[in-house]
C-alpha cells in the first residue's frame, strides 16, 4: 500500500525559506499526480500545489504563487515543495498527496487524492 511520508518541517523566522519532501518507500511516486495540502488550527486544508506525473503541468494557489516550488527529483521518488519568504500565515502541518490517476490535469480539490501522508509541521515566527 502507498503510504506517503513528508519530511522537512520545522520553526523558522519570516522571511526564510524551507524545502519539504514527498516520499513513498518502494513507490516510485512518478506515476502519480501529487498534491501539497496545508492546515493550520481551526481552519480548512488549503491546496497549495500540485504536480502530473511527469512535471507537464503544475498548479499553484493564489496564496503561494511566486513564493512556493513543486518539483520532481530525477528519479521519480520524491517530490518537493520549496517555500520562500515564509511569514507567520504559513505556519501548519503541512501535507503530502497522491491522486493515482497521474495522466489527468491535477487539482487542488483534496477529494481528488487517494493516499495522504500524515503531515510535517512548519512553524514560522520570530
Known amino acids: 500500500q502507498l503510504q506517503l511520508a513528508e519530511t522537512g518541517g520545522g520553526s523558522v523566522q519570516p522571511g526564510e525559506s524551507l524545502t519539504l519532501a514527498c516520499s513513498a518507500p518502494g513507490f516510485e511516486l512518478g506515476y502519480y499526480t501529487i498534491g501539497w495540502f496545508r492546515q493550520a488550527p481551526g481552519k480548512e486544508r488549503e491546496g497549495l500545489a500540485c504536480?502530473?506525473?511527469?512535471?507537464?503541468?503544475?498548479l499553484y494557489a493564489d496564496s503561494v504563487k511566486g513564493r512556493f516550488t513543486i518539483s520532481r527529483d530525477g528519479a521519480k521518488r520524491t517530490v518537493y515543495l520549496q517555500m520562500n519568504s515564509l511569514t507567520t500565515d504559513d505556519t501548519a502541518d503541512y501535507f503530502c498527496?497522491?491522486?493515482?490517476?497521474?495522466?489527468?490535469?491535477?487539482?487542488?480539490?483534496?477529494?481528488?487524492?487517494?493516499?495522504w501522508g500524515r503531515g510535517n509541521h512548519v512553524a514560522v515566527s520570530s
Open positions: 498527496a497522491a491522486d493515482l490517476d497521474g495522466f489527468r490535469s491535477c487539482d487542488l480539490n483534496s477529494f481528488r487524492y487517494e493516499y
Open positions: 504536480v502530473n506525473h511527469d512535471e507537464t503541468g503544475t
